[in-house]
């Protein structure tokens, strides 16, 4: 399998249930994100992990957390989720070298909170 | 304030038009993205500009960079149901930052 994989796909949880989303993938690439998608709002930078070192936290709630157990997986554990938490979560990788690396982006996992 | 402003919001075209949308900025870029997103996708990179005054073509579709590397804009002739699709642009101030993206460009295609 090639590119970045996220799963689950869709996921709906309670308010107080706890799940985990993730990531692989085989591009060979040295980092990996986590960016949130809200309607009618930018992609929101929450983690990076270049090297399997985390690099950046953009002011994320602690009831997210951040795994990279190794550089082709990332993963997002969530617990005591808000509704307004209900988002598409995007994970991409690249290449940390250069001006021009581009994202590779999986498909995201539609996640709401009930 | 969003760092990369994105207009128009929405577009919806009849097939065979052309098309520009733009991505403007107060704050100067090392480099700058193209990416399309489709619905139940992810984006996908089409384009990286880094040099000002910059111009790559893609088949139909026509990318600039601004002289001073602080806008862009996404250029599409005859634009079939294909090209529908969120059209997001993206940029970097400096060296391997993350990149910072803008709220995109929705655009409908009509047949």
């Known amino acids: 399998e090639t590119g970045v994989t996220q799963t689950p796909r869709h996921l709906v949880m309670g308010m107080t249930n706890k799940k985990s989303l993730k990531c692989e993938q085989h591009?060979?690439?040295?980092?990996m994100y986590w960016y949130k998608q809200s309607a009618k709002k930018p992609l929101e930078l929450m983690f990076v992990?270049?090297?399997?070192?985390?690099?950046e936290n953009n002011s994320v709630p602690s009831r997210f957390s951040p795994e990279c157990p190794n550089s082709s997986h990332l993963f997002l554990h969530l617990h005591t989720l808000q509704p307004e938490d209900s988002a598409l979560y995007l994970c991409?990788?690249?290449?940390?070298?250069?001006?021009?690396?581009?994202?590779?982006f999986g498909s995201g996992t539609r996640l709401t909170v009930v | 304030t969003q760092l990369l402003e994105q207009s128009p919001q929405f577009l919806s075209i009849q097939e065979g038009e052309n098309l520009t949308v733009y991505c403007n900025s107060s704050?100067?870029?090392?480099?700058l993205q193209w990416y399309r997103q489709e619905p139940g996708e992810g984006p996908v990179l089409l384009v990286t500009?880094?040099?000002?005054?910059e111009v790559k073509k893609l088949k139909r579709l026509t990318f600039q960079f601004g002289d001073a590397r602080k806008d862009s804009s996404l250029h599409i002739t005859a634009a079939q149901p294909g090209d529908t699709g969120l059209y997001l642009c993206?940029?970097?101030?400096?060296?391997?930052?993350?990149?910072?993206f803008g709220k995109g460009t929705r655009l409908s295609v009509i047949a």
């Open positions: 991409a990788s690249s290449q940390v070298s250069g001006l021009t690396g581009g994202y590779t």
């Open positions: 591009l060979g690439h040295n980092a």
């Open positions: 992990y270049s090297l399997e070192e985390r690099v």
């Open positions: 704050s100067v870029f090392s480099s």
């Open positions: 500009v880094v040099t000002g005054g």
């Open positions: 993206a940029a970097r101030r400096s060296g391997n930052t993350p990149l910072v």
